[in-house]
T-cell receptor, first 112, second 115 residues
Framework: EDQVTQSPEALRLQEGESSSLNCSYT??????LFWYRQDPGKGPEFLFT???AGEEKEKERLKATLTKKESFLHITAPKPEDSATYLC?????????????FGGGTRLMVKP | DAGVTQSPTHLIKTRGQHVTLRCSPI?????VSWYQQVLGQGPQFIFQ???????GRGNFPDRFSARQFPNYSSELNVNALLLGDSALYLC??????????????FGPGTRLLVL
């Protein structure tokens, strides 16, 4: 059974204080790993897709990396508007269609 | 371009009732997936439909059913509602739903409260 574990569950940062969020996964065969951002009461917003170990992607203050067992979302000099829940999900094979298996998320709060 | 749309935005039902949730995918997307998100947890996969056929089913009871229409929109039906069905129901669309892992784009969700 595919499993995704995110840590920490919650993270409080001061504005400008860089940090990393962790996503550990156990899958039978990884097809892709996805990062989403979710604001309270809203649907997840797509950030990145990573397909193979060693791959990195960047967008503004965010950088996602992937190894064979985990992924990191690095946040550089965060701002209060980066406060949200960050979700990690994997799509694996064999697989039920295009099912995504999500972790529990990391709730990030950035204080000014 | 419009993103994934869902209706209604909020819904209150009582135990034992049934509910129908609706989803319209991004234009050009042929695959629709449904997820349930309980407060404080990550979304859980319920169904995937592609070209009107069920392509995947998560670990949910038979009270949950879905279908996809020729215009690729979709409905999720839940019968005999239980208190534990209270959640945010998310719809996600993707281009084809097969082959290399495709990005799924989520709608705003329908918040269901069962009393």
């Amino acid at each position: 059974e595919d499993q995704v574990t995110q840590s920490p569950e919650a993270l409080r940062l001061q504005e400008g204080e860089s940090s990393s969020l962790n996503c550990s996964y156990t899958v039978s065969g990884l097809r892709g790993l996805f990062w989403y951002r979710q604001d309270p009461g809203k649907g997840p917003e797509f950030l990145f897709t990573l397909y193979s170990a060693g791959e990195e992607k960047e967008k503004e203050r965010l950088k996602a990396t992937l190894t064979k067992k985990e992924s990191f979302l690095h946040i550089t000099a965060p701002k209060p508007e980066d406060s949200a829940t960050y979700l990690c999900a994997v799509q694996a094979s064999p697989n039920a269609g295009n099912m995504l298996t999500f972790g529990g998320g990391t709730r990030l709060m950035v204080k000014p | 371009d419009a993103g994934v749309t869902q209706s209604p935005t909020h819904l209150i039902k009582t135990r034992g009732q049934h509910v129908t949730l609706r989803c319209s995918p991004i234009s050009g997307h042929k695959s629709v997936s449904w997820y349930q998100q309980v407060l404080g947890q990550g979304p859980q996969f319920i169904f995937q439909y592609y070209e009107k056929e069920e392509r995947g089913r998560g670990n949910f009871p038979d009270r949950f059913s879905a279908r996809q229409f020729p215009n690729y929109s979709s409905e999720l039906n839940v019968n005999a509602l239980l208190l534990g069905d209270s959640a945010l129901y998310l719809c996600a669309s993707s281009l084809a739903g097969t082959g290399r892992a495709e990005t799924q784009y989520f709608g705003p969700g329908t918040r269901l409260l069962v009393l």
